[in-house]
């Protein structure tokens, strides 16, 4: 019989889990909407900074993309390494298991390069918890983490709860053991929502870390009640709070974006069609129509520059550009460094 961490279910938490599996399905279909690139990216790019953010980490998210986009941020080094970090962890999300302590440790030793002594390894010595008020917890012996460790995912492999239910304990199970001498609070967060993804994989892009950083005193204190009474139910009840509202105010956010990009979209197609005319663009995206308007008026325009003006990357610049370029719609003129693109389907 394997360890069994201590937790109880109220009728909330179950209604909860209901409510959330229903909203799952709907935001799946909204992360499937032609625009969903850009809003994997604004979601990923919240997940860093508020997961860094709770953690002291002062750059806000508009640096955190500037990094992301390989851009030059003056800000200290360390807070500039750690958020370097965490867009190489969360790149390795899909290939990282959640039930593989050893994943685990290598996702740490990503997160925490160059950041602290032995990343990827558990500590090796006693480690608290402090807030203003002084010792909150006191984690574990560093001699019993492994041990406690083996348990926890023992116990997440072989468990018939729902992922909902295995997430939240093993989130709070986590952060009181305490297995790292830093880091903890960032692998705990991650590891929920990887284990998330394993029930639906628009958790890999659902801002989950952004819900714990505007609410960083309720976590805290649904961690202090559990810890209090000795299992992790007020903990499970409060996350699945956070994640059924985060569900909700996304799905507000992103109706609110659709009305938006909609009249942004018939201003683009109205200077599109006095600029080409009528026939030329209709089998063209929204991205390719913006491409070919930016070209149109500055045909020196550089992948880097393109994707300053416009909301996407680098790589999808070169990608879009590409094709383009096999189209036959543009075709370069001159040298890569002192030529210019031409618009030559119009």
């Not at 683009?268 to 005319?277: H, I, M, P, Q, T």
Request: glycine share 6%.
């Amino acid at each position: 019989m394997y360890y069994i961490p201590p937790f109880t279910l109220t009728s909330k938490a179950i209604n909860l889990i209901a409510e959330i599996s229903a909203k799952i399905e709907r935001y799946a279909i909204r992360m499937e909407q032609p625009d969903a690139l850009m809003l994997r990216k604004a979601n990923r790019i919240k997940t860093i900074h508020s997961s860094l953010a709770i953690e002291g980490n002062t750059l806000t998210e508009g640096e955190v993309a500037d990094i992301l986009d390989g851009k030059s941020v003056v800000a200290p080094i360390k807070q500039i390494q750690e958020v370097k970090n965490a867009i190489r962890t969360y790149e390795l999300y899909q290939s990282l298991n959640p039930f593989d302590v050893k994943d685990l440790l290598k996702a740490h030793g990503v997160m925490m390069e160059a950041l602290v002594d032995n990343p990827g390894s558990f500590r090796r010595t006693g480690v608290g918890v402090f807030s203003e008020k002084g010792l909150v917890h006191m984690a574990p012996p560093a001699e019993k983490v492994p041990y406690l460790m083996d348990e926890l995912f023992q116990w997440l492999n072989k468990s018939e709860d729902h992922l909902l239910i295995r997430s939240c304990v093993f989130h709070y199970e986590f952060e009181f053991i305490h297995p790292f001498m830093d880091g903890n609070g960032r692998m705990g967060r991650l590891w929920q929502s990887l284990i998330l993804g394993r029930l639906h994989p628009l958790f890999e892009h659902l801002p989950v870390e952004n819900m714990v950083y505007s609410n960083q005193q309720a976590y805290y204190d649904a961690i202090t009640q559990s810890s209090n009474l000795g299992q992790s139910g007020p903990f499970i009840e409060f996350m699945l709070g956070e994640l059924l509202n985060t569900l909700n105010k996304n799905q507000i956010a992103d109706a609110t974006l659709e009305t938006k990009q909609a009249s942004e979209e018939s201003i683009l197609d109205k200077e599109f069609r006095v600029k080409f005319g009528n026939e030329f663009g209709q089998k063209l995206s929204a991205n390719e129509k913006q491409l070919l308007l930016l070209l149109n008026a500055n045909p020196s325009l550089t992948v880097q520059e393109i994707s300053v003006r416009t909301s996407m990357t680098q790589r999808g610049v070169e990608k879009l550009m590409k094709r383009l370029k096999d189209a036959g719609i543009i075709e370069r003129q001159g040298s890569r460094k002192s030529g210019f693109w031409k618009v030559v389907s119009n």
